[in-house]
């Protein structure tokens, strides 16, 4: 059995530091911030956009993301196309975070910052990607 | 850990040196099994709902593809279509949905506990966030809907 000497020094574990004067880490905060207002709205728009686009579209019925015409009338709104920017980057920010704490769930924390650097460096890229996508849109189809 | 203990511990005893340098303590971290979330229901539910991000960010995905075949051409958007109408997607977009149709549920039941709704000194139930939650979602799955099955046509 090991024995401290009676000094008092003792080894100290780093959950036993606290702050020591120093502001609490805010690196995720932001990060937290998107996975909100991502996850908000993902669960207003995707259920029903999955369901009626990807299934009901898939199997035949005439849905306007299957008819190039109509898509193209949709997207020459500057408002829709503001919206499907924020539809699109929004819940892949809540993805890519709750993908992260999905890893820690599962006991994968290291390493820490490359974990980091793709999962938000994922949601940076499809972000611009998309923005990139929706400025290139052509008019409406007539 | 040193034998070497010096005169105060004894001879012959294991002490462990205390730390001196900043930064290099051990580290205490507790461990769990990975598989932790076995152990219950609620445990079970709360990671399907966490690899509903997965087909999240694949709809995600999905879009993007979407809108640069929508610049590429008719032609190019028609193939992204076919390859949409493949049963095997079909099949993946009703896992899918069943996936985030968990999130969303999920995320609506949650708000009412969040204790954020207040008037003046009074506080809106948990129970009335909640479904006042559900019926906004009730009401933009329509809106949506609505705009996919008869948006886009002109007269």
Same mark, same amino acid.
């Given at each position: 059995? !090991? ?14 530091? $606290? ?13 937290? =911030?998107?996975? !909100?207002?991502?996850?908000? &709205?993902?669960? #207003?728009?995707?259920?029903? *956009? *999955?369901?009626?686009? $990807?299934?009901? =579209?898939?199997? =035949? ?9 109509? *898509? ?11 919206? &499907?920017?924020?539809? /699109?980057? #929004? ?10 704490? *999905? &890893?820690?769930?599962?006991? /994968? ?5 490359? /974990?980091?650097? !793709?999962?938000?460096?994922? =949601? /940076?890229?499809?972000? &611009?990607?998309?923005?990139? !996508?929706?400025?290139?849109?052509? $008019?409406?189809?007539? | ?22 930064? +290099? ?15 219950? %229901? ?20 999905? @879009?993007?593809? @979407?809108?640069? %075949?929508?610049?590429?051409?008719? %032609?190019?958007? @028609? @193939?992204?279509? %076919? ?69 886009? +046509?002109?007269?």
């Amino acid at each position: 059995m !090991a024995s401290y000497p009676r000094n008092g020094a003792r080894p100290r574990l780093k959950t036993d530091r $606290g702050l020591q004067g120093r502001r609490p880490p805010v690196s995720d905060a932001p990060w937290w =911030g998107l996975f !909100a207002a991502g996850g908000t &709205l993902a669960a #207003l728009t995707y259920p029903a *956009m *999955m369901l009626v686009e $990807g299934v009901l =579209g898939g199997v =035949g019925v005439p849905t306007a993301g299957k008819n190039y015409r109509r *898509m193209r009338n949709l997207t020459a709104n500057p408002l829709v196309r503001l919206f &499907l920017l924020a539809n /699109i980057a #929004l819940p892949l920010f809540q993805s890519v975070h709750r993908f992260r704490i *999905m &890893l820690f769930d599962l006991g /994968i924390h290291e390493p820490k910052t490359p /974990i980091a650097v !793709a999962a938000y460096g994922t =949601g /940076i890229l499809g972000t &611009l990607a998309a923005a990139w !996508a929706l400025l290139r849109l052509p $008019g409406s189809k007539r | 850990m040193s034998t070497d203990a010096g005169p105060i511990a004894g001879r012959g005893a294991t002490t462990i040196e205390p730390a001196r340098a900043p930064g +290099r303590y051990p580290t205490y971290r507790p461990h769990h099994s990975w598989a932790w979330w076995q152990r219950n %229901r609620n445990y079970q539910i709360y990671m399907l709902r966490e690899v509903s991000a997965v087909f999240c960010a694949i709809w995600a995905f999905t @879009q993007i593809v @979407q809108l640069n %075949r929508l610049n590429q051409g008719e %032609r190019q958007y @028609q @193939q992204f279509v %076919r390859t949409q109408r493949n049963p095997g997607w079909v099949f993946f977009n009703l896992v899918g949905y069943g996936f985030l149709w968990l999130h969303a549920f999920t995320w609506w039941k949650l708000l009412g506990s969040l204790d954020i709704v207040k008037l003046g000194d009074r506080k809106v139930s948990g129970e009335k966030v909640t479904a006042g939650a559900f019926g906004v979602w009730g009401l933009f799955s329509a809106v949506v809907a609505l705009v996919l099955l008869l948006g886009g +046509r002109r007269r």
